[in-house]
Structure formats: structure tokens, C-alpha cells
């Protein structure tokens, strides 16, 4: 399995961007796909995942209303959409699957991982 996140760049305050990343190797009807983000100095967080399985989509409380995550109708690409940026949504985002029996976003049941897109959010 390999993903690549891509999309990431600088923006202000109160803007937009959407990451999309790209799933390949496997049939991603049998994994969970997740984003997640890491900031400098602290750990990786959870931040909405997606069952390939049955199409339940999970949001962390630190994004919900604010980001939206959706996927493509082949479910090859997955997308976050982030709209209202803050200063303290910047960090190095990353999209991540797993196989699992349960949905979860909890980094460390994640075995696949692409290698993250920076997102910097300051005027």
C-alpha cells in the first residue's frame, strides 16, 4: 500500500485548502483512511477518518464544522477540506490507512502512512 498527501503550502488566517491524497497498491474497500497532522513539538492527532467497508466518515472535535473529508467515487483519492484556517492548524498533515475491524482514528492502529504535506497557516 502507498499513499501521497499533496496540497499543502502557506496560507492567511480564515483561509482554505484542500489536501488530496492518493491511494495505491491494494483495493481501498478494505481499509480505514485517516488524516492526521503533527506540530512541531507535539503528537501526531487524529483528525477524521473513512471506512472503505461501509463509508462512515469520523471528524475530531478540533475539526468538526471546520473540515470536511470526502473521497473520489473510485475511492482511490481522499480529500480534506479545510476552510478557515487557524494559526494553530499548522503542522505537517498526513493521510494514513489501516485494515481495520473497527473505525478509529487513533494514529498508532495506522500501518501505512504517506510522507505528509506542510500546511502553514500566518499572516
Known amino acids: 500500500v502507498q499513499l501521497q498527501a499533496s496540497g499543502g503550502g502557506l496560507v492567511q488566517p480564515g483561509d482554505s485548502l484542500i489536501l488530496a491524497c492518493t491511494f495505491s497498491?491494494?483495493?481501498?474497500?478494505?481499509?480505514?483512511l485517516g488524516w492526521f497532522r503533527q506540530a512541531p513539538g507535539r503528537e501526531r492527532e487524529g483528525l477524521s477518518c473513512?471506512?472503505?467497508?461501509?463509508?462512515?466518515?469520523r471528524y475530531a472535535d478540533s475539526v468538526k464544522g471546520r473540515f470536511t473529508l470526502s473521497k473520489d467515487g473510485a475511492q482511490k483519492k481522499l480529500y480534506l477540506e479545510m476552510n478557515n484556517l487557524k494559526p494553530e492548524d499548522t503542522a505537517v498533515y498526513y493521510c494514513a490507512a489501516a485494515r481495520l475491524s473497527v473505525l478509529s482514528s487513533n494514529p498508532d492502529e495506522y500501518h501505512y502512512w504517506g510522507q505528509g504535506t506542510l500546511v502553514t497557516v500566518s499572516s
Open positions: 473513512f471506512s472503505g467497508s461501509d463509508g462512515t466518515i
Open positions: 497498491g491494494s483495493n481501498s474497500n478494505y481499509y480505514a
